[in-house]
């Protein structure tokens, strides 16, 4: 540009903790810096000063600059399979509205030299950690009745430690080089084993974390050189990051020591296992392998659940919104429509909505009667729609008789019907079947009150101002280690589906996702950058099966796993509050979003009560007639309406010769704060 008069020169420089290999960059609004898009992000060089990154480019005069800070590693091309420098984001600034650069600011020579602190804008600290562009993340599980069996005798009163190292395969005879690796020594810590024909290649950049799901160790924390004790009752999760999940395999070492020895004594080196990639084959799965012993005997057995997340193949989410812990202080006490105007299919049918649940029409009858939000459930076709509807399984009929036999009706997975069949063919729900296929509803001639709605006619239908709380259906296994539905899809092909339809069709509306699987909920973070999840969960009743996954058994076991998950917050069984309401005030003060969900809402009195508890949301039936809003109206509609009205009102005093104003979107946060140390409350300025 030289001494083009239409930019400028601009120094970043930004204070900023950073790791080995790790990097700053800084993405913002404008070409030189990436438009928002990762790739092209301007790469800061630390100095002398320590701790300090700073870089240099020309910007444009004359507009606002919006940017962020991120701390990124950078995967240089190898000329094989990576052909081009990858960018990899280990955190990122997630203020809802960024730093920027004003034009006053950009022309003043006081704050061209400022030192800024990475995350920290006005006071408030909002750093997140980075989602998937193009590694993929491999969880390996150890928890249940003895994932970790050791047959030998004098190894049965030990404490044994656990240890996950990612090994890459890139050429040769694997297994040959693999049972090298046992030769090493092992008074090193293997953080990183490359297993190449060529020692000076790397081509598999992996990291390795590990959170234990309790109060103490729930975060994410790289391992000591010697593992983790695994005890009795804990669930560790490993979290491995690789650019070439298919040539990685991992090696788990395990140590020993004394019961009651001094965390300082070094343990001994007893075994060692693999698990190799070819037996990792689904998205989600069990692998069972063999201790061996240091002179290459059979001493115990692991067991191991693993999960595999890739990236989205056909999205590519940038920077330049993140709502994905964003809560304001004012959404507090929210009405959520449960399938819309209610549950139409209860096996009593006191309180069952007038409305057929999940469709076009309930949802649009929530809508007008104040719902903040209107929950649904989702999940695919079999020609890969994503559809809404609750049950995994509907009753089907080939044509219209007076009376029914068994012979007459099929019982069929929604998963095996495309969406052509669920719309033409007589569709009952399970509930009508128990009842010789009594239909409750004779008006799916009309097109709104059809069942099977797809969900990116949902998103275009529906006022935008209505938020979604869209919950994934996905089978899970029962504590007797049945599940609910057996053979469903690759798990990342269906959550990709329905991302990339909300990500596409989703506009500026509000959207939160849940899902009882706490995986789901992994991967929906891990895959985007943009909307928050909440954990589902049942806690202790008797009203339904027990899951198997511990994380699912209690509130607290839920909240561990959602700071570990980096997700918005949980959403809890009533009957658990309501029999110890001090748990809203621990997931409050954990600094999570809290839900409720259950039969017990369904009363006036008891939705008052969780609201005065504190909760975030409270999801109910029939919201026309248990709503007690004066307005219906939903809080998104009115905080959009104040806000158009502020807007309207700065143009009129930025026309002013004598008012000036900041661009607008940079107007000081509300002196109250958030409710929650997720995010600000409104639009936060960020000087330059």
């Not at 939000?373 to 007076?402: G, T």
Request: charged share 25%; glycine share 8%.
């Amino acid at each position: 540009m030289g001494d083009d008069s239409s930019s400028g020169e601009w120094q970043f420089c930004v204070r900023a903790v950073t790791a080995p290999g790790e990097t700053l960059a800084v993405v913002g609004d404008c070409p030189q810096l990436g438009q928002w898009k990762l790739q092209g992000a301007l790469d800061l060089h630390c100095g002398s000063e320590g701790n300090v990154w700073r870089g240099s480019t020309r910007l444009p005069r004359g507009q606002t600059i919006n940017y962020r800070y991120m701390v990124c590693v950078l995967v240089p091309p190898d000329g094989e399979r990576i052909m081009e420098e990858i960018r990899v984001v280990k955190k990122w600034e997630t203020h809802p509205q960024p730093r920027y650069i004003s034009q006053k600011i950009f022309e003043s020579s006081e704050k061209r030299d400022e030192l800024e602190e990475f995350g920290l804008v006005d006071g408030l600290q909002q750093v997140e950690r980075g989602w998937l562009t193009s590694e993929t993340v491999i969880q390996l599980k150890l928890f249940g009745e003895e994932p970790i069996k050791m047959w030998k005798r004098r190894l049965l009163n030990k404490q044994v430690l656990v240890k996950v190292t990612p090994v890459t395969i890139s050429s040769g005879n694997a297994p040959d080089r693999l049972a090298k690796t046992s030769e090493l020594s092992l008074d090193e810590s293997m953080d990183t084993l490359e297993l190449s024909g060529n020692s000076t290649e790397k081509n598999v950049w992996p990291i390795t974390e590990l959170s234990v799901i309790n109060e103490d160790d729930c975060i994410f924390q790289t391992q000591s050189q010697f593992g983790k004790v695994y005890n009795p009752g804990d669930f560790f999760l490993y979290q491995i990051q690789v650019l070439f999940p298919e040539n990685t395999a991992y090696l788990i070492d395990f140590y020993a020591r004394n019961q009651g020895s001094n965390e300082e004594d070094v343990p001994t080196h007893v075994g060692f296992c693999y698990i190799l990639p070819s037996t990792l084959k689904n998205s989600e799965g069990q692998v069972i392998v063999p201790i061996t012993g240091l002179r290459h005997q059979p001493i115990g057995q692991l067991t191991v659940e693993y999960l595999k997340v890739a990236p989205l193949p056909h999205a590519v989410c940038d920077m330049k919104e993140v709502f994905s812990r964003y809560w304001s202080h004012t959404w507090c006490g929210l009405d959520v429509g449960h399938r819309g105007a209610g549950n139409s299919f209860k096996t009593q049918k006191i309180g069952m909505a007038e409305i057929r649940e999940n469709t076009i029409a309930s949802l649009t009858q929530a809508a007008r009667h104040g719902a903040d939000f209107v929950e649904f459930d989702v999940q695919l076709s079999r020609d890969l729609v994503p559809v809404i509807y609750h049950d995994f399984h509907v009753i089907i009929s080939m044509k219209q008789k007076a009376t029914y036999g068994e012979s007459d009706f099929l019982t069929l997975p929604v998963k095996d019907l495309t969406l052509q069949q669920l719309h033409l063919l007589k569709v009952y729900h399970l509930e009508e079947g128990k009842n010789q296929l009594n239909p409750r509803f004779f008006d799916e001639d009309l097109e709104d009150h059809q069942p099977f709605p797809t969900l990116q006619s949902a998103l275009e239908k529906l006022n935008e101002h209505v938020g979604f709380n869209i919950e994934i259906k996905w089978t899970m296994q029962l504590k007797d280690g049945t599940y609910e539905l057996y053979h469903p899809f690759d798990l990342n092909l269906y959550l990709d589906v329905v991302l990339e339809t909300v990500l596409k069709h989703g506009g500026h509306r509000k959207i939160i996702f849940s899902c009882f699987h706490p995986d789901i909920c992994t991967m929906i973070r891990l895959k985007q950058n943009k909307y928050p999840v909440m954990f589902l969960t049942q806690g202790a009743t008797n009203k339904y099966p027990p899951y198997n996954d511990p994380r699912c058994h209690d509130i607290h076991g839920a909240m561990y796993f959602t700071k570990a998950a980096g997700i918005l917050g949980v959403n809890a069984h009533t009957e658990d509050l309501l029999r110890d309401p001090s748990l809203v005030q621990a997931v409050r003060d954990a600094g999570l979003v809290l839900f409720c969900w259950g039969d017990d809402n369904n009363d006036t009195k008891t939705i008052k009560h969780l609201k005065s508890l504190g909760l975030h949301g409270v999801i109910y039936d029939k919201i026309d007639q248990l709503g007690c809003k004066e307005v219906k109206e939903s809080i998104f509609l009115v905080e959009a309406r104040e806000s158009e009205r502020q807007q309207i009102a700065a143009l009129g005093i930025q026309n002013s010769p004598q008012s000036p104003v900041e661009p607008q979107g940079c107007s000081k946060e509300s002196e109250e704060g958030p409710l929650l140390n997720l995010a600000p409350t409104a639009a936060a300025s960020s000087s330059g």
